[in-house]
């Protein structure tokens, strides 16, 4: 009976020195601590773990700790890009303020996603963990959830620490936190929606980036996929050439050159793999045909365009130099106008261009950022410099900025101007109307070119780049050799 007893004594005490191990592992780790946390949300799942779960738990226990010893951070913003169904609202979102709290129950989390209900979900699986059994044996005789304030949107520890969740457009006027997490800011669904997508970075712009209790000390997380050149993400990487700094973390799921910090590289399997048991190659494959080569290199990839170009295929851009074209041909121009000198906003795009054997050859093609007096002169002065001749036309797409140019023009000007009719579809159709002839390999470039990198880059990028008025000059001129139906202007001083 005694030795029973001891043997049972002994087993309890080798339970309990595990159990204690185990809370004193998941303290001092936070990746330890989502490990378990995640059995808690998904009961009787097997969680699969991979290095960059650990990668990016470190990264945020790092930035936590640098909180809690009120140490100024060295970066305003971590971006972290992965690939979907990797974990990241998990390990970034969910855990984070349960495992802080237990070192620090006064800091306060603010969770942000691009709707209320995902912003709710994530602020519920929190208050899950805090309120689980395994939670409250462990570290429950510190942290309780404050019986007045506890729903679903906003629950207090009683160590005047809180989770608070919004989402975009949301209001959160009064609150402040100590860290933001902006979970998906923009929904994939909508991603190619300019309006959208404007919405989100100006929520973060005007709301978000304010609401740091301490500035100095508080961090503003963003974790997502890439969806456009302009989402989130590239909207802060644009704010760090103004001096918004930055740590970009980006994991897409196959070797890539954006593979962020570029160490990271050497952690993806032989075969170029970034999670070979979830996302076998096989997988992936198949995730490209059913998502499409542009949702699949934004948001596994990470890129917000498809290598060579979703639309217009870069690679079947020719080659010429300016011998390769008759003396005397005639230069026509296609400009796409625009009247600001905010760099923000879309440039006047203008490319000149002759028509040889049925083939077109692109001698230049410029952006400015101008207001509509300036822009006319401009337009004047550089279509002469590149071989404007009284047989030459310039067109003009004709929306009110490309209306009021010509008007201008006739004014002031002997230059021909074409107003084509107003067009009756988006930019997107009007631009895949005409690649045939750029995939027919019709579309020359001058080589060596200063404007070419640009250029090609993009119409890479298209429809997903922060700007196309190189595209749409590529309609306009594609769209016929010579306007035909069209109103022509041939005005003289």
């Not at 106008?337 to 040889?356: E, F, Q, R, W």
Request: charged share 25%; glycine share 6%; hydrophobic share 35%.
């Amino acid at each position: 009976m005694t030795n029973s007893w001891n043997k049972s004594e002994l087993l309890k005490r080798k339970l309990a020195l595990l159990h204690e191990v185990r809370r004193r592992q998941c303290e001092a780790s936070y990746y330890e601590f989502v490990k378990e946390a995640f059995t808690i949300l998904n009961p009787g799942e097997e969680f699969e773990d991979n290095w960059h779960i650990k990668y990016v738990c470190d990264e945020i226990q790092h930035e936590a700790e640098r909180i809690i010893a009120k140490i100024p951070k060295q970066c305003d913003v971590i971006i972290i890009n992965v690939p979907p169904r990797s974990l990241k609202s998990i390990s970034v979102t969910v855990c984070l303020a349960a495992w802080i709290w237990i070192h620090a129950p006064h800091i306060k989390h603010i969770g942000s996603s691009y709707s209320a209900d995902l912003s709710l979900d994530h602020n519920t699986y929190t208050k899950t963990i805090v309120e689980s059994a395994w939670y409250q044996a462990n570290w429950g005789d510190e942290i309780q959830i404050s019986k007045d304030q506890n729903t679903k949107g906003y629950f207090r520890n009683t160590k005047r620490g809180f989770r608070s969740c919004t989402s975009t457009g949301g209001g959160i006027t009064g609150k402040g936190g100590d860290i933001i997490t902006i979970d998906d800011p923009v929904n994939p669904e909508y991603a190619d929606s300019d309006t959208e997508r404007e919405r989100g970075n100006r929520y973060y712009d005007k709301t978000l980036s304010s609401r740091l209790d301490n500035p100095d000390i508080g961090i503003h997380i963003v974790v997502m996929q890439r969806l456009h050149e302009n989402d989130l993400t590239g909207h802060l990487l644009n704010k760090a050439k103004e001096g918004l700094r930055i740590k970009h973390i980006c994991i897409p799921a196959e070797v890539t050159e954006f593979i962020s910090p570029p160490e990271l590289r050497d952690k993806y399997s032989e075969d170029g793999l970034f999670f070979p048991n979830r996302f076998t190659r096989d997988v992936l494959d198949q995730l490209e045909i059913s998502a499409g080569g542009l949702t699949y290199s934004g948001q596994y990839l990470q890129m917000p365009f498809t290598p060579g170009g979703a639309i217009i295929n870069i690679k079947k851009f020719g080659w010429f130099t300016m011998e390769d074209v008759p003396a005397g041909i005639v230069w026509n121009f296609a400009i796409d106008s625009a009247y600001t000198k905010k760099l923000s906003n879309d440039p006047s795009g203008m490319i000149a261009y002759c028509v040889h054997k049925n083939n077109y050859y692109i001698r230049s093609a410029t952006s400015v950022w101008m207001e509509f007096p300036d822009l006319c002169r401009h337009i004047r002065m550089w279509v002469h410099q590149n071989g404007y001749s009284h047989k030459s036309r310039v067109l003009v797409e004709p929306k009110a900025s490309g209306m009021s140019v010509a008007q201008q023009m006739k004014e002031t000007t002997d230059i021909n101007m074409i107003l084509d009719k107003a067009p009756t579809t988006d930019k997107v159709l009007r631009v895949q109307e005409v690649t045939p002839k750029v995939d027919a390999e019709r579309v020359f470039l001058l080589r060596g070119a200063s404007w070419v990198d640009k250029f090609t880059s993009q119409c890479e990028m298209f429809p997903n780049g922060l700007h196309d008025e190189y595209p749409d000059c590529l309609a306009i001129m594609l769209s016929k050799k010579v306007p035909s139906r069209s109103v022509r202007y041939t005005f003289s001083n």
